[in-house]
């Protein structure tokens, strides 16, 4: 009898240690490029800060997947009325926000009326102004009634914007925030990290990570040293394209090269002359070699797009061929329009390299058709000052990283000028239209009209190299929005 | 002595205010909204003009400089536009990776630049002091960032020694913040470490060949006697001089260091309130940065006196 016991003490301790051998690591060290100001999406638009809490602190009534499709989130299912304007949420049961307040349709009230406030600060605001009202049916149920129809309405509340908060803890998510995802905020180190804990009490499928700590590292040279260290386990916005082969030959590292939804674009003043004439525009799209731009400024890293639609989108037409490089047809367009002569224009860059690798670039490209570009680098708070609000630019190199934005150029008195009728009326029905295969096709009308008017110089889709240890999976490699997503990593051993 | 510390303070109070107005007066015309910074591109503008009124953007400058003057004088720096904190919590939680930073790196480059200094300047012209003078002329000419990533390439990623950046803050243990401080600490000291001992020789040489130096020699005493007792006293005005030019150097100048080590110090602090706009953070930044020039400078003076009695007159 004791000799069994003993057996089976044995038994059991080597299956003790042989699982704990087994156990794999649930600890994580990211590198991120910027420091989110704050921690509250639904009050800033850096991408910094849905980078860090998007899927995993806050959550919204829907959230978009790694390819970019709309799922259920705190909403288990919906309902929508035959005339698309009424939608009715069905909310998740026993959900806790992570300072032990129950979450119910109050909190979905209390959010979506205070992004659409009078005084709002929502960077997004834009995404509700559809909504007419929000009613409580019961605990778990909310009905949003639209002023009317709108499409991508679902998509919208899937936006880190969009997320479901508390009012006991809104005030207060800048620095402590209090969402419902499977990790809790736990420490913020200013200027250095933000670390945050697996939410023992999460309502849905539990994380396999305790830990994840993101790290700030602005300076590429210093982000290369941290992944060859090990400091750093995964990078996945890696900010030095130019270590791409020492990376992808060390076989500690897997790299992957991912999507982003970031249009960069050559934006060009259509208010001003001699920019109002689409013939110089289109002698500037003629004049521009996109592939050039993709090698000597993204160090090859990139795709490139003929209109504002980002390429793993369903309904992306690709239309990079309606202007393709040739300098002679760019100089003949430049005759047409009497600027035979050459023109002297500004070209304001901002920080990112894409922008001041790429203005470089496109300066030597243009001046081959006579367009003498004096480059003017800016600092973002300048940039926005000098070109988005006060309009005061020629040219001026910009990646527009929201999901989904064509509708920019419907916009009234946004900041490139552009206006046409026709292509307004295809977005206020593109609003209006659910059918999934009829916004396709207004999506690619869409693509067409901003390519024929050559509106802007479409130059590359952004690209995002992902760098994580070869040991780790479930990360997302393409990014359909602004996130992070740590709710499936795990290391394999 | 009293008359000339009082003196020195009034003065240091009044570089102080007039400081305070130039650097509100200067922010204040550089482009930028910070409001639309925070919200970007794609907000609308009635919710940008929401957040300006919130942060107080829309009273009349001299308001601002008013009651941001009357909070400084009580210890209220104000709150951060972007991080939404008090300032004085984000100041202090960087100032504790900066001064010590500064200070480590002033040690080291004290430690290896006065003995280096002193060496040479008692064997001057032999191969010693050709070495040693060729080694700081390098010292001097290579950029701190560059020696820096090339610690971090032989000490973090060839060696796995230390860390090749970052903070794990001073609740993680006094070892691993000191681990953490160290190569950042070589890096700045060293460029520092070849002009200071540069300075000691040749504060040294002019000394040593002072006619005192010839009497203390001709009574008799040794040669190090000599250059210890008498000529070192001697040559240190100049190179206090130079160490309290570095100090507010090295406080100051960090930027470029902690970005390479991606340490959260004072020099990240202003660059990147400078980058956001978050102005409030870099009026109080700058008003500490000028507030320590000015009393390093003021310890500099009564370091002369100590070492000078001939100076304490004045």
Redo the contacts between chains.
């Keep these: 009898m004791s000799g069994v016991k003993t057996l089976l003490a044995v038994g059991a301790l080597l299956l003790a240690t042989s699982s704990a051998a087994m156990a794999a690591r649930t600890d994580l060290v990211l590198g991120v490029v910027l420091?989110p100001?704050?921690l509250d999406p639904t009050a800033?638009?850096?991408a910094a800060i849905d980078e860090i809490v998007y899927s995993n602190v806050f959550e919204g009534l829907t959230r978009i997947d790694e390819t970019g499709t709309v799922q259920p989130a705190l909403a288990e299912s919906w309902t929508i009325s035959d005339d698309e304007k009424v939608y009715t949420f069905k909310l998740h049961g026993g959900v806790k926000f992570h300072d032990g307040t129950t979450f119910d349709a109050e909190d979905v009230k209390f959010s979506l009326d205070r992004a659409r406030a009078?005084?709002?600060?929502?960077?997004?605001?834009?995404l509700f102004s559809a909504i007419e009202n929000v009613e409580l049916v019961d605990p778990a149920t909310v009905k949003v009634t639209l002023k009317q129809p709108q499409g991508a309405f679902l998509y919208n509340m899937g936006w880190g914007d969009a997320v479901i908060v508390a009012p006991e803890s809104a005030e207060t998510n800048?620095?402590k925030p209090v969402g419902t995802g499977p990790f809790r905020f736990a420490d913020w180190?200013?200027?250095?990290?933000i670390t945050i804990t697996r939410n023992p009490e999460y309502w849905g499928t539990p994380v396999a990570l305790d830990k994840a700590e993101f790290?700030?590292?602005?300076?590429p040279?210093?982000a290369t040293?941290?992944v060859?260290?090990?400091?750093v386990q995964a990078f996945p916005f890696f900010p030095a394209p130019e270590a791409r082969a020492q990376l992808e030959a060390d076989p500690r590292f897997k790299v992957t090269i991912g999507t982003t939804e970031g249009e960069t674009i050559l934006s060009i003043n259509n208010k001003k002359p001699p920019f109002n004439n689409v013939k110089v525009r289109q002698a500037i799209s003629y004049a521009i070699d996109r592939q050039a731009v993709i090698d000597g400024a993204m160090f090859g890293l990139g795709t490139p797009i003929g209109s504002h639609f980002a390429p793993h989108n369903p309904a992306y037409v690709d239309m990079t061929g309606a202007y393709p490089h040739d300098v002679e047809k760019a100089k003949a367009l430049m005759h047409e329009a009497g600027l035979q002569d050459g023109i002297k224009v500004t070209l304001k860059l901002p920080?990112p390299q894409y922008a001041r690798r790429g203005g470089e670039i496109i300066a030597a490209q243009l001046r081959k058709i006579g367009i003498d570009c004096e480059i003017v680098p800016v600092?973002?708070?300048?940039w926005?000052?000098?070109v988005?609000?006060d309009k005061n630019f020629d040219l001026t190199i910009v990646s527009?990283t929201?999901p989904n934005?064509i509708d920019?150029y419907s916009r009234k008195d946004y900041y490139f000028g552009y206006d046409n009728p026709n292509f307004d009326k295809l977005i206020e029905e593109l609003n209006i239209t659910s059918d999934e295969a009829a916004r396709k096709d207004l999506y690619g009308k869409a693509q067409k009209i901003l390519s024929d008017d050559a509106v802007v110089g479409f130059l590359f889709e952004l690209a995002r190299m992902n760098v994580w240890d070869a040991n780790i999976e479930g990360y997302w490699v393409n990014a359909p929005i602004q996130a992070n997503d740590l709710t499936k990593v795990r290391w394999k051993q | 002595m009293m008359p000339f510390l009082l003196k020195r303070i009034g003065t240091g109070a009044i570089t102080l205010l007039l400081a305070s107005i130039v650097v509100f007066a200067m922010l204040d015309v550089v482009?930028?909204?910070?409001a639309?910074?925070?919200?970007?591109?794609?907000?609308?503008e009635?919710?940008v003009q929401?957040?300006r009124?919130?942060m107080g953007l829309n009273q009349p400058l001299i308001m601002r400089y008013m009651s941001w003057l009357g909070g400084f004088l009580v210890g209220d720096l104000g709150r951060s536009y972007?991080?939404?904190?008090p300032v004085s919590q984000?100041v202090a939680?960087?100032a504790v990776v900066s001064l010590p930073l500064a200070l480590l790196a002033l040690f080291l480059s004290t430690a290896i630049a006065i003995p280096v200094g002193l060496y040479s300047a008692s064997h001057r012209g032999k191969a010693a002091d050709t070495i040693a003078m060729g080694a700081s002329q390098l010292g001097v000419a290579i950029p701190n960032f560059w020696f820096a990533?090339l610690l971090?390439?032989v000490f973090?990623?060839a060696l796995?020694l230390l860390?090749?950046?970052?903070?794990p803050?001073w609740t993680a243990g006094t070892w691993p913040a000191l681990k953490a401080l160290f190569l950042p600490a070589i890096a700045l000291a060293l460029p520092q470490a070849a002009i200071l001992a540069r300075v000691t020789r040749s504060a040294l040489l002019d000394v040593l060949g002072e006619d005192f130096v010839r009497t203390a020699r001709a009574k008799g005493l040794s040669r190090n006697t000599v250059l210890w007792r008498h000529a070192l006293r001697n040559a240190l005005i100049p190179v206090f001089t130079i160490l309290g030019l570095q100090f507010s150097f090295l406080l100051a100048g960090t930027i470029i260091i902690e970005?390479?080590?991606?340490?959260?110090?004072l020099g990240?602090?202003i660059f990147?309130a400078i980058?956001?706009?978050d102005l409030i953070v870099v009026e109080s930044v700058v008003m500490l940065l000028v507030a320590t020039v000015i009393v390093v400078n003021l310890l500099v003076d009564l370091s002369y006196a100590a070492i000078d009695p001939r100076l304490r007159g004045t």
């Design positions: 420091e100001p704050h800033g638009a850096a009078e005084n709002s600060t929502n960077a997004q605001k834009a800048k620095e180190a200013r200027g250095s990290s790290r700030i590292i602005p300076d040279a210093a040293a941290a060859l260290s090990g400091d920080p600092e973002w708070a300048d926005l000052q000098q988005f609000k527009h929201e934005d920019i | 482009p930028g909204d910070p639309r910074m925070m919200l970007g591109m794609n907000a609308t009635d919710a929401a957040l009124e919130q972007t991080y939404s904190v984000l939680e960087r990533l971090v390439y973090a990623i796995r860390p090749a950046g970052g903070f803050g970005n390479v080590f991606y340490l959260p110090g990240r602090l990147q980058t956001q706009r």
